[in-house]
């Protein structure tokens, strides 16, 4: 049986401690001066695939936990680019980057979880490596949904947990160190796909060894 406790999930031989926004917060700390140099190869194609999609598409584009920037310079320069991260210490790398880009219209500090911008207001919501990494995925995701015009884009870039083979022991592994690094090991695809005003158009593995997923979706009008 299991129990939480405090914030603790009591599991035999197992406890694992809840991810929240002040674990985020430390993990992004320690990660950011080291970030671009640590995760820049493993992220690369992911990157790249998000990146492809939306320079097919026109207007107003918000990425969400842009972090240390790495996308910014790859988007198409007809784009109108706005992106937020809940870490200064990531935004400060990020900016640094673009300060030459006119298309980047701005880069604040926001918790993903609750957008300051209007319903319907992004044609474009791009979110990459992000959805196991905040305290409440599924909070995130509705908040997406939210900011995007009917008829418009999200694309979601992420590793999607599974309840067989190798990769769920690699995860169950991880749980316990969660907390430290700033990342959820499980969450799956279900819990998106189960939205009703997104309707998925695409979804392709993408490297390294198929571990990460890119999901696009269409906002349905009604």
Known sequence: MRQKIGGLV???GQIV????????LA??????????MFFRIPLYWGRRAAVRHVNELDGHVLEAGVGTGMSLPL??????????????????KARKKVSH?????????????????????FDV???MYVITVVPDPDKVVQELERVTKPGGTVILVNHFSTDTGPWSVFEQGLKKFGHRLGWNPEFPRSRILGRTRLQLEIEESVPPLRLFTLL????RSS
């Open 10 to 12: 009591d599991n035999p």
């Open 75 to 92: 988007y198409k320069d007809r784009l109108k680019i706005t992106g937020i991260d809940i870490s200064e210490e990531m935004l400060k």
């Open 125 to 127: 919501v791009v979110a």
């Open 101 to 121: 880009r006119p298309n980047i219209d701005d880069l604040q500090v926001m918790d993903a979880g609750r957008l300051s911008y209007p319903d319907n207001h």
């Open 27 to 36: 993990a992004y700390a320690r990660w950011a001066p080291v970030y671009d």
């Open 17 to 24: 401690r809840k991810l929240d926004d002040a674990a985020v």
């Open 216 to 219: 696009k979706f269409r906002k």
